[in-house]
């Protein structure tokens, strides 16, 4: 069983950047593709971005590209997404999961609890 955990959450100004930190522990992820969602009040979850299992392969939303950058240590058994330039329309719960393939959002499991990003203007 892979167990997820999402951190590096905040309150930061538009404009401003986090860190968000994926660790993966009982199992390594290391097999896996990665991805990060999120969810705001009111809205439907969407994905955000994915690194391929040996991190040669990323791919984002278009809302987020140019901003945000995925990247991973499988020997810390850790997934980041470094945001920049960040937009109120950020605001959501962020969420990561790992999926036994790069291409598609189907088969994404073993999400964590989620981390709380909130921009203010």
């Known amino acids: 069983q892979v167990q997820l955990v999402e951190s590096g959450g905040g309150l930061v100004q538009a404009g401003g950047s986090l860190r968000l930190s994926c660790t993966a522990s009982?199992?390594?992820?290391?097999?896996?593709?990665v991805g990060w969602f999120r969810q705001a009040p009111g809205k439907e979850r969407e994905y955000v971005a994915s690194i391929s299992r040996g991190g040669s392969s990323t791919n984002y939303a278009d809302s987020v590209k140019g901003r945000f950058t995925i990247s991973r240590d499988n020997s810390k058994n850790t997934v980041h997404l470094q945001m920049n330039n960040l937009k109120p329309e950020d605001t959501a719960v962020y969420y990561c999961?790992?999926?036994?393939?790069?291409?598609?959002?189907?088969?994404?499991?073993?999400w964590g609890q989620g981390t709380q990003v909130t921009v203010s203007s």
């Open positions: 999961a790992i999926s036994p393939v790069f291409a598609g959002t189907a088969r994404y499991k073993n």
């Open positions: 009982g199992r390594t992820f290391q097999p896996y593709t």
